[in-house]
Nanobody, 115 residues
Framework: QVQLVESGGGLVQPGESLRLSCAAS????????MGWYRQAPGKQRELVAT???????NYADSVKGRFTISRDNAKNTVDLRMNSLKAEDTAVYYC?????????WGQGTQVNVSS
């Protein structure tokens, strides 16, 4: 089992940047996939970005070139750097840890992009 705690959300203006961080309760080096998902009001939760234990990354088309996911196995953290934020990036962002047969979610952190 692993507990995940997200931080770094807030209110920013369009075009600004924000960095989200996910802290895990145990060593993440053996966790196959860590990721960030988001859920906007009235919409389904969607993938934002994932990173494997080997460092392979995957991004939603809507965030490619703007967002960067990274993991620090020594600190047991997974970060999401978000640049050039848009109003449509407004959502609750969730951290996810996933293995072959299991998955855990954090409680989420709110990101609001508004002028």
């Amino acid at each position: 089992q692993v507990q995940l705690v997200e931080s770094g959300g807030g209110l920013v203006q369009p075009g600004e940047s924000l960095r989200l961080s996910c802290a895990a309760s145990r060593n993440i080096s053996s966790i196959p996939t860590m990721g960030w998902y988001r859920q906007a009001p009235g919409k389904q939760r969607e993938l934002v970005a994932t990173i494997t234990s080997g460092g392979g990354t995957n991004y939603a088309d809507s965030v490619k070139g703007r967002f960067t996911i990274s993991r620090d196995n020594a600190k047991n953290t997974v970060d999401l750097r978000m640049n050039s934020l848009k109003a449509e990036d407004t959502a609750v962002y969730y951290c996810n840890a996933r293995g072959r047969m299991w998955g855990y979610w954090g409680q989420g952190t709110q990101v609001n992009v508004s002028s």
